[in-house]
């Protein structure tokens, strides 16, 4: 029960940061979002903050799993780089509305910052995990082993950044793109000059 009450406040509290924004969501509304009195609420979590943190942690293990699922050797490299990429935008989108809001409060940032250490999420073990999905894949002799995986893995998710930040911003896809053609084209430039067969 206590579980089901806790995921009910983190899909509450999601809802409410996608329709108002982190900033403006109160304990009030999530109290009625969720029928929960506002002492309830406490219960489950310390701080308002902390169903912020929550809600980013909740897409983390899809992430994980979609990443875990890619194992080198298996499909193509470009159809693992798609999925990989696809897998890391949808997480993205759900950390820059709130990373913004992060930016804009510096004791909040702060915690955040701390919260990452806590739960070992930092931006950069991302890129450090798809580099090892490609360094496998150098070792197989699929990718040309020459250059440096981690570059290659940073190429690749800053692209796919770029365009969740602008579908953020903008309200709409950019470039004219849906999110799959985008990041096939980008998959596609990419792995341009790292197989060893082009």
């Known amino acids: 029960m206590r579980e089901e009450t806790h995921r009910q406040i983190v899909d509450a509290v999601e809802k409410l940061i ?25 219960r489950h979590f310390d701080h308002k ?24 050797g298996t499909k193509t490299v470009r159809e693992n780089l798609v999925e990989i ?4 935008l949808s997480y ?3 950390l820059i509305p709130m ?4 930016f ?19 931006p950069q073990h991302l890129h450090e995990r798809v580099a090892a999905y490609i360094e496998e894949e150098q070792r197989l002799g699929r990718i040309k082993p020459q250059l440096p995986a981690l570059s290659i ?18 309200g709409e ?14 998959v596609q430039v990419v792995t341009q000059g790292i197989l060893p067969s082009e």
């Open 49 to 72: 903050e902390d169903v912020f943190f929550a809600v980013l942690q909740k897409h983390l293990p899809i992430l994980v799993g979609t990443l875990d699922n890619q194992v080198a």
């Open 99 to 102: 990373n913004a809001s992060f």
């Open 92 to 94: 993205y989108e759900q």
């Open 104 to 122: 804009a409060d510096t004791v909040l940032l702060t915690r955040f910052r701390e919260a990452l250490r806590q739960i070992g999420g930092k």
């Open 18 to 42: 996608q329709t108002k924004g982190l900033a403006r969501v109160t304990t009030k509304e999530i109290a009625q979002a969720t029928g929960l009195s506002e002492g309830a609420l406490y």
């Open 173 to 186: 896809n950019p470039f004219d793109t849906a999110e799959r053609q985008f990041v096939e084209n980008i």
């Open 85 to 88: 990429a696809l897998a890391v």
């Open 153 to 170: 893995a940073i190429l690749l998710l800053a692209a796919v950044h770029h365009y969740g930040f602008l579908r953020q911003l903008l």
